[in-house]
Every structure is written in structure tokens, then in C-alpha cells.
């Protein structure tokens, strides 16, 4: 049995259309502040603590976590911590490329125990169109952004901000469906 250990509505998305069968589990995990590090060790460190907080009510199977966040500029773009955040985050990556780092951790449980595990990353670079205040709060009004890491939801469609994508689309939006596939078939094998 495949877990993911997320409730983000995203996530179960790319994992039906990979046409893969799992249970969601909201894992008990805080993210917190981690200073020093790369974003390719941010999002794979809270990706795995996500995992790990997930194998505490998993017996058997394939435990699927992930982390995403946005970096531009040398500093790591979470979820807005309200809606003044958000509309700060996203004067401050509109019209610009942006990296969007997504960690992925695979834990395979046994009896209760840790068996195997695997932890990766997937980078897209993501341009969004040029955007003054009154487009931020039109197309807020067509979103949520809090609980979306830089602000913005890339697979929205009720307004296209995206001038350009290099790399997995599905990477930017939270999962990188591609990667993702070879390194559970791998990992299951």
C-alpha cells in the first residue's frame, strides 16, 4: 500500500493521474526554520521529517512525502504567513525566474519498522508574467495563496500568471510526476 503523507489536494491530484492507488495521511509534522543549508537540503530534510512523522501509524508499506518551496534571490519563498505576505512574495518574484524546489521522500515500512528509504529533489525554473498591485489582488481574489509555497498556484487556471516553465511542470506544482515514477519502481523493486 502506497501512503502520502500529505492532505494537499495538489499532490492526491498528480498521484490519480498517475493512476497510482494510496491513502492520505496527515503527517504530524512542523516545518521549521532551517538556516545554513541549500534548498536541495531544506526540501529533502522536511520531505523525510515529513515521512518519518507519517511512519508512526503505518505498519506496512510505501510511505510517499514531499516538500516544496520557492527560492529567488537567496532566500527560500514558504506559504505566506498571511495575506500581506502573500501580496509582498509575489511583488517581489513577479517578472522574474525563480527556482521552485520540490523534495521527495520514500520510506518502506515492515512490521512497523523502517526498512528502506530513499530522499531526492527535482528544481523547475518558473518565470511569472509582470504583475503591479491591482493584478496581485485580482488574481488573489481567484486564489488562495497561503497555503501555496511563493504565493501562487502554477496549475491555476482562473488566471494564467506564468510567462515561462523550464523543467517538470508537475515539479512546480508540487510533485515531479516524472522523476517521481522511476524512483518508485526502482525503490519498490
Known amino acids: 500500500m502506497l501512503y502520502l503523507a500529505s492532505i494537499s489536494p495538489r499532490r492526491k491530484q498528480i498521484l490519480r493521474e498517475l493512476g497510482l492507488r494510496f491513502r492520505a495521511v496527515k503527517p ?19 520531505a523525510m521529517g515529513k515521512a518519518l512523522a507519517a511512519a508512526k501509524s503505518v505498519k506496512s508499506g510505501v510511505i510517499l512525502a ?19 505576505d502573500a501580496v509582498r512574495t509575489l511583488s517581489f ?64 487556471k482562473n488566471q494564467n500568471i506564468i510567462a515561462e516553465v523550464k523543467g517538470s511542470f508537475s515539479n512546480a506544482v508540487g510533485l515531479p510526476q516524472e522523476i517521481l515514477m522511476k524512483q518508485l519502481k526502482a525503490f519498490e523493486g
Request: hydrophobic share 35%; aromatic share 10%; glycine share 8%.
Open 66 to 84: 514531499a516538500d516544496t518551496i520557492v527560492y529567488f534571490k537567496k532566500r527560500v519563498m514558504g506559504k505566506p504567513k498571511n495575506h500581506e
Open 28 to 46: 504530524s509534522y512542523r516545518e521549521g526554520h532551517l538556516s545554513g543549508l541549500t534548498p536541495a537540503q531544506i526540501v529533502k530534510r522536511h
Open 93 to 156: 518574484i513577479q517578472g522574474h525566474w525563480h527556482a521552485v524546489y520540490t523534495g521527495v521522500a520514500l520510506l518502506k515500512v515492515e512490521k512497523g519498522r523502517i526498512a528502506r528509504e530513499k530522499v531526492f529533489y527535482e528544481t523547475t525554473r518558473v518565470c511569472l508574467k509582470k504583475m503591479d498591485k491591482k493584478d496581485i489582488g485580482v488574481y488573489f481574489k481567484k486564489i488562495n495563496p497561503l497555503d501555496k509555497a511563493g504565493a501562487y498556484a502554477i496549475q491555476s
